[in-house]
């Protein structure tokens, strides 16, 4: 069976001692989680059966935690297994553009995350705008979070209505995944995924048997192509995620898209 798992990184010991990671470990009960091997993140995917994963880049308006050549060297050490996805500074719009082309053109990454609530900045916000651009020249989906925040910071940047539906209607050509799956907002995530051809959701921080029901229902019926698989590792495990996907009721189709087939054509995986 092959999955594909949308959002995963592997942390740096800068990335582990951001200050906001303590309440969301503490909140995973994942205390005392540190840096670790590569081979750990490829024992983790093993056990779950994890053909593939997008490591994503993070960068925080304080600096870099996981630079986007770190996650190039992930990818030059396991080309089998992991693919990137980049980040950028959002305080510089042309040096983001610039490195945007420099990750897809130079380094093969397949995609851009930027995370709203680590900015306190929603996707609207102007400073996003260059990005938006940049990914649509060089086809490549702009990943961000939808939703909650783990973390003790605000949550507002996540919500679906109206900061993404006002990206979504300005930039038509964008590819949006959405991580994290949106709640408290799920019904918002689903009105947009219903508005907006372009517009996916994975369900990356998730145990699959704790998904909303509604998004359940999505991802069996009429959205069984809009919604990707993801973990967030290593805040959860691929095996956690996984263990009672039987539960979620899906058809042949549903779970080859869901678990692989829209990643893969989203974001043109060989």
């Not at 080309?79 to 040096?95: E, N």
Request: hydrophobic share 45%.
């Amino acid at each position: 069976m092959d999955i594909v798992d949308a959002w995963s990184q592997h942390p740096t010991e800068r990335f582990m001692a951001a200050p906001w990671l303590a309440t969301l470990l503490r909140w995973t009960r994942q205390e005392g989680l540190a840096a670790m091997p590569v081979q750990a993140t490829v024992d983790a995917m093993d056990e779950a059966g994890i053909s593939l994963a997008l490591m994503s880049a993070w960068h925080a308006p304080t600096g870099s935690l996981i630079s986007n050549d770190e996650v190039a060297e992930l990818v030059a050490a396991r080309p089998d297994r992991f693919r990137g996805v980049a980040t950028v500074d959002l305080t510089d719009p042309m040096g983001a553009v610039r490195e945007i082309r420099r990750c897809v053109t130079e380094l093969g990454f397949v995609g851009v995350r930027v995370v709203p609530w680590l900015w306190n900045l929603p996707p609207n916000d102007r400073r996003y705008y260059p990005v938006y651009v940049a990914c649509v020249e060089l086809g490549v989906p702009f990943c961000t979070q939808i939703g909650h925040t783990g973390p003790l910071c605000p949550s507002e940047p996540g919500r679906p209505i109206p900061y993404l539906d006002e990206v979504l209607l300005d930039f038509p050509e964008l590819v949006v995944v959405g991580g994290h799956v949106g709640y408290p907002w799920i019904h918002e995530v689903l009105s947009l995924a219903t508005k907006y051809p372009n517009f996916h959701v994975d369900t990356s921080a998730y145990a699959l048997h704790r998904l909303p029901a509604d998004l359940v229902g999505f991802l069996r019926g009429r959205g069984r192509s809009r919604v990707l698989f993801g973990t967030n590792w290593p805040m959860i495990s691929p095996a956690r995620c996984l263990a009672r996907l039987d539960e979620l009721g899906l058809d042949d189709e549903a779970r080859g898209l869901f678990l692989a087939g829209n990643a893969r054509r989203l974001f043109r995986l060989s």
